[in-house]
């Protein structure tokens, strides 16, 4: 089975922060096949650009990769667009379209520490 890493998950798990991951989420890490929406790679990236974060997004999936073995997801960007249509309970891009990734991958989990989605996305996992 295969879940979704959300942007605030990946960062925790490349600074090897895993205190900051619950539980629940570090079992579904351990249990699932991991995926990332491309709009996580962005955001990523973007919160290099703002400097948040010390080192780029490239750098930062080639390391989880590595390490746990992430993937991105193979859907259609048109088609996860589409869907995030739908996603109106928020306004921000970033997470409109992470959830959508995970809901057209036959709603599977999401791990994330976000409130609004955790509110909003009945299969985030934390």
């Known amino acids: 089975m ?31 096949d991991l995926f990332l929406s491309p ?3 962005l955001e990523l990236q973007y919160l290099f650009e703002i400097h948040r974060i010390t080192a780029p997004a490239s750098k930062i999936v080639a390391h989880l990769d590595s390490t746990i073995g992430v993937s991105h997801c193979p859907i ?3 088609e996860i667009a589409r869907a ?11 997470d409109r379209i992470i959830v959508a990734h995970a809901r057209h ?3 599977a989990p999401l791990i ?6 955790k509110e909003h996305y009945k299969n985030a996992v934390w």
Do not use: H
Not at 112 to 117: G, M, V
């Open 2 to 32: 295969q879940a979704y890493l959300d942007t605030n998950v990946v960062v925790r798990l490349a600074l090897g922060d895993v205190r900051k991951i619950s539980k629940t989420a570090q079992r579904a890490i351990e249990r699932y």
């Open 39 to 41: 709009m996580v790679y």
């Open 76 to 78: 259609p960007f048109a």
């Open 84 to 94: 995030a249509c739908n996603e109106t309970w928020t306004r921000d891009a970033f």
């Open 105 to 107: 991958s036959a709603n």
């Open 112 to 117: 994330t520490a976000d409130e609004d989605i």
